[in-house]
């Protein structure tokens, strides 16, 4: 049965956060201070239509729209929080569960709920063995033997890990140059046609390897990367980050294959209790793997210094703009004969 995990995310850490955000265009990284402590960095851009409000950056750089805290807010310093902040908020992909929205939630005079959604997740606490033959019948787990099987007659297979306090560079290079290498390379989307988020992926690990938080996967084939994924490590939970995969070897899944072996690594590794994935509701490769749920939501927030008409009005805007944007989506996968992932 799919358990529903609680979060908390690696990519709202001040490390992470302070390395990247100088390379996110269009990002106010807001500094809580000392007069809203202990909140801190987060990262927003300011609009002002229909009134003025802040949105969160949801970007590859920044997929967690929480700030940064030092310590778990109460209820009165995340009241605090949002009267500094002094106008609406908006979030998204926010974990559910986590500390920090609770603490939001609770001390928000307005709250309006624009989605609630769930993304892949796993509990790692018990053994690979175990989690594999229950989560996989006998016909997928054949099929996933078969794959490495038919792989490993292309050549050697290798599998490479990030050690602490070994060279974090090759698996970037890898990283970078197979993500590059598919259709994101092709449509431009690739972290690496983004010179500055090139830089700031690299800044960001570079700033959490430094602190034995990042874990990185790359698979080998007679010694060439064909996948590759990394994750971010905090309180005893890792959050995926992205993945990339040679798409002229498709046919073995070699993107599947990496986020078992990755899957096998996390249940090894002492002090993580569960994974986060990281990614969009019904995505058609981590939801079949990972079959544990984390409640996420799209929510505005804000303190008593907002009034009610500005908060209703810019809740509402977000809202009909969701759902322009879902009805818009829907069309186009209609006409386009593509199924939504």
């Known amino acids: 049965m799919p358990v529903m995990l609680s979060a908390a995310s690696a990519f709202s850490n001040a490390d992470w956060l302070c390395a990247v955000l100088a390379h996110v265009p269009g990002v106010d990284p807001h500094q809580g201070g000392e007069t809203v402590e202990p909140f801190g960095l987060f990262p927003v851009a300011r609009a002002r239509f229909p009134l003025a409000h802040a949105v969160s950056r949801n970007t590859a750089l920044t997929p967690c729209p929480l700030p940064a805290v030092s310590r778990t807010p109460t209820c009165a ?10 106008m609406p908020l908006v979030l998204r992909g926010v974990p559910e569960g986590h500390p920090v929205t609770a603490a939001l939630l609770d001390a928000a005079t307005h709250v309006k709920v624009l989605a609630r959604w769930e993304r892949a997740a796993i509990d790692v606490t018990g053994s690979f063995d175990t989690w594999l033959m229950e989560n996989f019948d006998h016909k997928r787990r054949k099929e996933l033997k078969r794959l490495k099987t038919r792989l ?123 994974a986060d994935g990281n990614a969009i509701p019904g995505h058609p490769m981590i939801d079949r793997i990972w079959r544990d749920r984390l409640a996420c939501i799209n ?37 386009s004969g593509r199924k939504a992932s």
């Open 77 to 86: 310093e995340a009241r605090n929080f949002l009267e500094t902040l002094a």
């Open 152 to 274: 490993s007659e292309q050549g050697v297979i290798g599998l490479d890990e990030l050690r602490p306090g070994a060279a974090l560079e090759p698996h970037m290079e890898a990283f970078l140059a197979i993500e590059s290498s598919g259709w994101k390379g092709r449509r431009g989307t690739a972290i690496s046609s983004d010179p500055a988020a090139a830089k700031g992926l690299s800044a960001g690990l570079a700033a959490m390897h430094l602190k034995d938080r990042v874990r990185f996967w790359t698979l080998r084939l007679d010694g060439k990367p064909i996948a590759s994924l990394f994750a971010l490590v905090e309180g005893g939970q890792a959050v995926l980050g992205k993945i990339g995969y040679d798409e002229t070897h498709w046919k073995y899944s070699p993107g599947v294959l990496l986020v078992m072996e990755a899957t096998r690594s996390l249940f090894a590794e002492p002090g993580i209790q569960q």
């Open 299 to 335: 929510v505005v927030v804000a303190g008593p210094t907002t009034r009610s008409a500005h908060f209703q009005s810019v809740a509402h805007f977000h809202g009909a703009k969701d759902a322009v944007r879902g009805t818009a989506k829907k069309f186009y996968l209609q006409i």
